[in-house]
């Protein structure tokens, strides 16, 4: 599996982070080609992305979930991936957001563009709008 990390302060308190991180369906509105994602129950997501013009649906199942810490997740059906996000309090009002995922030799990372690291580009790309939906936010949406 091919392996990516990035990482990114959020000031914000890491509960309010770790809360909106796990709003699933509002990550559309920051992770780009992810059209919906569906909580068919506390543990399983039904996802609907369009990359490059190509339609692609897959389940994932959260494998472990501690709360203002950590959540991680593996694909139950589609492209073979998993990730890990964690959540670190720098300060009161500070957090910093790590996330790897690693992708099978039938995920994202197979393709040649990887080369030069656009899966991780998009990841970066993700979470600096992850950081500006949630610092934008008056309110606290996750709960």
């Excluded at 692609?56 to 950590?70: A, H, M, N, V, Y």
């Amino acid at each position: 599996m091919a392996t990516h990390e990035r990482s990114i302060d959020v000031a914000r308190p890491v509960r309010v982070v770790y809360n909106q991180w796990v709003q699933f369906e509002t990550v559309p509105r920051f992770m780009d080609g992810v059209t919906s994602v569906t909580e068919v129950d506390p543990l399983h997501m039904h996802w609907v992305t369009e990359v490059e013009g190509a339609k692609l649906e897959f389940d994932t199942e959260i494998t472990e979930k501690i709360p203002d810490e950590r959540i991680a997740w593996k694909s139950t059906s589609g492209a073979e991936h998993a990730g890990v996000a964690t959540f670190h309090v720098l300060g009161n009002d500070s957090t910093r957001v790590i996330l790897r995922m690693l992708f099978g030799p039938e995920g994202v990372a197979e393709n040649p563009a990887d080369n030069v690291d656009v899966v991780g580009l998009r990841l970066q790309g993700d979470l600096e709008r992850f950081k500006e939906f949630v610092e934008s936010e008056t309110t606290e949406n996750g709960a």
